[in-house]
């Protein structure tokens, strides 16, 4: 018997009968399948304003299956809205207030399985971890990419060319016209952005885990065919509930092993290893076994794919040239193929299928020769980070991964921020951008306007940036986040003082900070936790709650409490 069944058989539960009623469902739709549907749709973020349509092609698809759909909303907030300011802190956060929500209107009202609807940077990694927490059928539906825009520093603009432009008006470069322009024509399309950032890079994860059709993460946003893969959709979740498949007989080790492939092999996002660490928890997996996975999968993947922000080619290029389903064909051999999705089919069989079109070689090489031969995303550890960092070899030029420079230290992004624009940073330095990691910030912001606006300055190859605190997936130069443990745990990163020497090697994973272990010891006795006020709600539980970066960041009960 169904979940949903159990709850509205007559008489004993002919009030729950009523309940759907008085909102004019029939008794013929409630014998059927009752099916979620968590839509992220707003007005506010661009990654989710065309998920109303995409939620009613959904329906068409769950009706046309057999089930009765049955849609509620969800938060999801903006990264881009929030990055450089006091909204930044919130982002992260919602990650864990999405799963929650998910969790409490499918358990409250017994469904029998959900559809996901989202794309952006902590919605889509928040829906994985509630699928992965409830262990019921669940399939997730990207909105997909927006186009890219007019030509920009001799490649399509996306809305992160702003912040560049910012940096070029700065130095002269550009005028005010042009950045005006620039404005008006950089994001010409709703979806989630034209990079290969978090959001897109957790819609090809989720993809890789066999949670999205296949093929189904890259459909730009404005293409009919996302509305005929959002139909299908609806008609495959019945399907798994029919045959009784749930999340957990697709999300597993396998699969979160060819999950940390394909991130790899395509450089995507360092936020994809924060939130594959935190998808893994709700399944039980430690944080030490999924790190020791992404090190030896890391070294042993290699990188045949390369889109903006490490090339001009945009996701739309991407998505012609053959997508996720085209990565993993070319580095199947080393996938666990035998894996369920939620097709109902292998891994195996749905990368059999036909395919059409020409793959663009230049986005997408061949396992036998590709951009490199190590992964895209790389764990570094030393002194420095004990528990670890990670960096992007694949948006680093290859003569900056090694790279020996002199500490400037800020203990907010605003302040690195205000110094980067007053021109205060010179080539050699390493920003060391400490206090915003999980706890510190709380929240754990993106450093993403630092590093753009060394961009257009022109620093970003003679410059690097550290931190607890995390970077967005456009992100390029040279730089590593999530250093644990963080600032505000007086890990070393706290210690590091102006003018300290630090070598970042990406080749051997280390991370140093030339400090004798005496020194750092005496640091150590003289600091002083720095004082922030946290308001309260969501923040100071965050502040509270959440795991270091290195165990995923997402707010966790002590056992024994």
Known sequence: MRRSEKILQRPDFSFNRSVYKSMGFSNNDLRKPMIGIANSWSELVPGSYSLKNVGEAV????LAAGGTPVEFGIIGACDGTAQGNEGMKYILPTRDCIANDVETMVQAHQLDGIVLLGSCDK????????????????????AGPMLGGREFDGRPSDLTSMSEG?????????????????????????????????????????????????????????????????AATGEAIVNLVNKGITSRDIINEKSLENAIRVLNATGGSTNGVLHLLAIARELGISSTVMLDKFKKIGESTPLVAKVNPASKYN??????????????????????????????????EELNKKTYGKINREVIKTIDEPFSTFGGIAIVEGNLAPNGGITKPSAIKKEMHLFKGVAKCFNSEEEAEEAILAKEIQPNDVLVIRYEGPKGGPGMREMYKAMKYLYGLGLAESTAIITDGRFSGTNNGCFVGHISPEASECGPIALVEDGDEITINIPCGEITL??????????????????????????????????SANEGASMVIDEEE
Request: with cysteine.
């Open 123 to 142: 919605i889509v990694p928040g829906l994985l971890m509630a699928a992965a927490r409830l262990d019921l059928p669940a399939i997730v539906v990207p």
């Open 514 to 547: 030339h400090v004798d272990d005496e020194t750092l010891s005496q640091r150590k006795q003289k600091w002083i936790k720095p004082k922030k006020e946290i308001p309260s709600g969501i923040l100071r539980l965050y502040a509270k709650l959440a795991s």
């Open 166 to 230: 910012c940096g070029m008006l700065k130095a002269g470069k550009i005028g005010e016209d042009e950045l005006n322009d620039l404005e008006d024509s950089c994001g010409p399309t709703c979806g989630s952005c034209s990079f290969y950032g978090t959001a897109n890079t957790m819609c090809c994860v989720a993809e890789a885990l066999g949670m999205v059709l296949t093929g189904g993460a890259l459909i730009p946003a404005v293409y009919a065919e996302r509305t005929r893969m959002a």
């Open 59 to 62: 329906k068409r698809g769950i």
């Open 315 to 348: 996701m739309e290029d991407f998505y012609h040239a053959g997508g996720i389903p085209q990565v993993m064909r070319e580095i199947e051999q080393k996938l666990n193929v035998e894996v369920m999705t939620v097709s109902s089919n292998t891994l195996a």
